[in-house]
């Protein structure tokens, strides 16, 4: 199984790395030594993580930690944003004394709930999450000065996006 390092993806002295892939039918088993997050733009696939398979669709994000195995298979009109975090992100960039607790608890356990894994938005949430998505793709790419402190303040939205979206499913 092959393992995805950090460097090659990432720029240096970059802590978050995004690419749209568009019409993609899949990609085979592997892990990573960053956290990975998915959220799926159009089309449908399976996703297998640590050998649980969770079906997706248009509107779902999927939190894969470092370490875990996964894989995808999908139609060639399956689209999503892959948008990738260096481990040290969390502790340097995302975490404060208001979302620490959280932020362990669900995002960075090693085991995972299988709800947790998987968070589906829709309606007005699914635009706002689409048009966040868009602007850190934007900011990525486009590099002006000042990209990193966006991208950053961006993932906190990101971030609190989706635990406010687990503190919904769990309630």
Known sequence: MYTFETSGLFNQNENIYIVKRLNDSGFPSHTHKFAELVYIIDG??????????????KGD???????????????ES?????????????SSQLINSENIYDIFRIILADDFEG??????????????LSSLVFEMEKEYNEKKPGYKSVLNGLSRVLFTMLLRKLGDTAA
Do not use: C, M, W
Not at 44 to 57: L, P
Not at 65 to 72: M, R, S
Not at 116 to 123: A, E, I, K, N
């Open 115 to 128: 709800a947790r894994q998987l968070v589906s938005f829709s309606g007005t949430e699914l635009s706002a």
């Open 61 to 75: 994000l999927i939190f894969i930690n470092y370490g875990q195995t996964h894989e995808f298979s999908g139609n």
């Open 44 to 57: 449908e696939a399976v996703h297998y993580i640590d050998g649980t398979e969770y079906k997706t669709k």
């Open 78 to 90: 399956y689209s999503y944003y892959n948008i990738l975090y260096v481990p040290e992100f969390f």
